[in-house]
């Protein structure tokens, strides 16, 4: 499932990127922050007693100015109100409501969103009697705390917890047997693509790059099965997310690669395979999902019998874990081979969900060790006990064995080869633990 949004709103000077430092610097579960954004730590993730959220830091919101500046800020902030799964208002506990705190509370009120109030720089018991007077601003009682010392931050995740939604993608998702999201930069011809599948304008099509800003989703019939296809926001290089609005696109495309159960990156046969798709695809295996690669524009490319091939090569010389996905050149204007992105998905969304039998997994664990046995390291012989499938979506295997720190990582690469051609994981990420027996 994808993460929940949380959005932290307030005018400036109340410590909302104090909250947001907290937030993300406090405990060991939380996890590192996702770089290289438009504005350093506007947008990271954390963890609370088990439950992954995304959190944004809007920036200091003062909804009278007219600069540039503020203008921008506001939009941010507007921007963030309508992707937030829950909205956190802060304010500041050592001031009086001011009257942006007030048409701030109003803007919150009007989205219908899940909201607490919390009341920052409440850093003693006995100064909690402060927070009554925010009882007026209408968003319910105020959780006071104080995110320079970290008072009570514990206690108002416990509010967001409760105060979350229930997810509304849940009763939608049950209705399709597989989740396709189409990604990759703008202008590739995801958009297209959709609307080739479905045979309707469903998504604009436009020569300008980033014309998609939004998630669309549809549902197509593919051989009895349901899937559920999603176009998506183009993702560029970070450095060039100039505008809050494409900023926002970023954000709501990693929610729906965390979301899906098979991505479909698409490439320009033209401009080829560069770093973003690179990071693309790191993105997508490290969340687990089953991946295609989809050259699009096959048509523009003058070829011959190897271009196909060496394109390959290419591809898989650039990145080397490309080798385990599986590569389709298609051109969305000629209608060519479009069809094979819905029989891949169907088969890898199978193969990523399966399970494999002990007994089995141990009878090919010993075809690849008779092979090739493991390697003696620092006089000591490894030897693998068994091996079990720990759990699919993806595929997590557990190899018990005598000294599994000492595993050289050329045989941990050869065991991972010799898996994915035994058990056919084309287009599907696996993982492995060696494990003391």
């Known amino acids: 499932m994808a993460n929940k949004t949380l959005a932290i709103l307030g005018r400036p000077n109340v410590g909302k990127s104090t909250l947001f430092n907290r937030l ?9 922050s996702i770089e ?27 909804p009278k100015e007219k600069d540039i500046m ?26 009086e409501i001011t009257a942006s705190d007030r048409i701030l509370a109003e803007m919150v009120i009007k989205s219908q969103k899940s909201s607490i109030l919390v009341v920052n720089k409440i850093d003693t018991l006995a100064q909690t ?14 959780v006071a705390i104080s995110a320079m010392h970290g008072r009570n931050i514990g206690d108002m995740l416990d509010v967001v917890l409760d105060k979350l939604p229930n997810d509304k993608k849940q009763s939608q998702k049950d209705e399709s047997d597989v989740d396709l999201a189409l990604i990759g930069m703008p202008n590739v011809g995801k958009s297209s693509l959709m609307n080739a599948l479905l045979k309707e304008e469903k998504s604009i099509v436009t020569h300008i790059a980033g014309t998609t800003r939004d998630s ?19 993702l560029r290089k970070r450095t060039k997310v100039k505008d809050e609005i494409e900023f926002y696109s970023v954000v709501r495309t990693n929610k729906v690669i965390a979301d899906c159960n098979v ?3 698409m490439i320009d046969a033209d401009k080829g395979f560069d770093k973003q798709d690179k990071d693309i695809i790191r993105a997508v295996i490290k969340l687990g999902k089953g991946l295609i690669i ?59 969900t399966s399970k494999v039998g002990t007994s089995i997994l141990n009878d090919i664990m010993k075809k690849i060790t008779n092979s090739n046995p493991p390697p003696a390291v620092k006089g000591k012989h490894l030897k693998i006990k068994y091996c079990t499938q720990m759990r699919h979506s993806p595929p997590i295997f557990a190899i018990f064995m005598n000294h599994p720190d000492l595993v050289p990582i050329s045989y941990k690469r050869y065991i991972e080869n010799q898996l994915r051609k ?16």
């Open 24 to 32: 993300l610097g406090a405990r060991k579960s939380i996890v590192s």
């Open 36 to 62: 290289g954004v438009t504005r350093d730590r506007i947008y990271s993730t954390f963890d609370w007693v088990g439950n992954d959220f995304d959190i944004i830091d809007t920036g200091g919101f003062l």
């Open 70 to 95: 503020n203008r921008h800020i506001q939009e941010q902030a507007r921007i963030a109100i309508s992707e937030a799964d829950l909205i956190i208002f802060l304010v500041d506990g050592r001031s």
């Open 129 to 142: 009697e402060q927070i009554n007077e925010f009882f007026e601003l209408g968003l319910g009682e105020p």
């Open 216 to 234: 669309i989703d549809s549902y197509i019939n593919y051989f009895g099965k349901t899937v559920r296809i999603i176009d998506t926001a183009g």
């Open 263 to 265: 991505a479909a990156l």
């Open 294 to 352: 989809v050259v699009n524009k096959w048509d523009l490319i003058e070829k011959d019998d190897t271009t196909m091939k060496e394109m390959i090569s290419d591809i898989h010389y650039e990145y080397s874990s490309t080798k385990h996905y599986p590569i389709l050149f298609i051109s969305v204007k000629n209608n060519l081979r479009l069809q094979s992105i819905l029989h891949y998905t169907i088969k890898i969304c199978d193969r990523l």
């Open 422 to 437: 035994e058990l056919d994981l084309s287009g599907v990420p696996i993982k492995i633990s060696f494990r003391k027996k």
